[in-house]
T-cell receptor, first 109, second 115 residues
């Protein structure tokens, strides 16, 4: 079966660091994607990991361990505009994306 | 902005009616995927079109159907609408290359409400 788990909600303080975890069990694997989605808007691409390790892109970093079926998204120097839903998605061999339910992050002053 | 456009932005229908949603993919992309996103949930894969052929389908009934045109734009058709079809419908376009990853670019979505 296909299963992707991530926390439903998280709260963090402006300027802090937050880590959003994602675990997955899927029948195929062609990369792990993270998307950001503000309320009422489309998901926007943040990161892609296909090999184990850390990918850094500015304030955002993403980590993958394929053997553990685990990824995390790390957000540094949090800003109020980072309040959004963060979607973990596994790319399948057929090209579709399998999404988790999303983690709603609230950044407080 | 991703260059992917969808129409209409919002739509209200009643149970039993039919609806057609449209998507124009990003220039140069050859693949379109459709997703349904219920409130508070992640997007669920409906189907994907590659070069005008269906290339994979999720767990949706046959009353969900689609088309892709030679210019790679696409339509999603839903017949016999049910209340549970109320959702945000997202179109995503991508360029599928051999050995490449399938980064998908999402349009703004169509918010469908079924009464």
């Amino acid at each position: 079966g296909q299963n992707i788990d991530q926390p439903t909600e998280m709260t963090a303080t402006e300027g802090a660091i937050v880590q959003i975890n994602c675990t997955y069990q899927t029948s195929g694997f062609n990369g792990l994607f993270w998307y950001q989605q503000h309320a009422g808007e489309a998901p926007t691409f943040l990161s892609y990991n296909v090999l184990d390790g850390l990918e850094e892109k500015g304030r955002f970093s993403s980590f993958l361990s394929r053997s553990k079926g685990y990824s995390y998204l790390l957000l540094k120097e949090l800003q109020m505009k980072d309040s959004a839903s963060y979607l973990c998605a596994v790319g399948s061999n057929t090209g579709k994306l399998i999404f988790g339910q999303g983690t709603t992050l609230q950044v407080k002053p | 902005e991703t260059g992917v456009t969808q129409s209409p932005t919002h739509l209200i229908k009643t149970r039993g009616q039919q609806v057609t949603l449209r998507c124009s993919s990003q220039s140069g992309h050859n693949t379109v995927s459709w997703y349904q996103q219920a409130l508070g949930q992640g997007p669920q894969f409906i189907f994907q079109y590659y070069r005008e052929e269906e290339n994979g389908r999720g767990n949706f009934p046959p009353r969900f159907s689609g088309l892709q045109f030679p210019n790679y734009s696409s339509e999603l058709n839903v017949n016999a609408l049910e209340l549970d079809d109320s959702a945000l419908y997202l179109c995503a376009s991508s360029l599928v290359l051999a050995g490449g990853h399938n980064e998908q670019f999402f349009g703004p979505g169509t918010r469908l409400t079924v009464l």
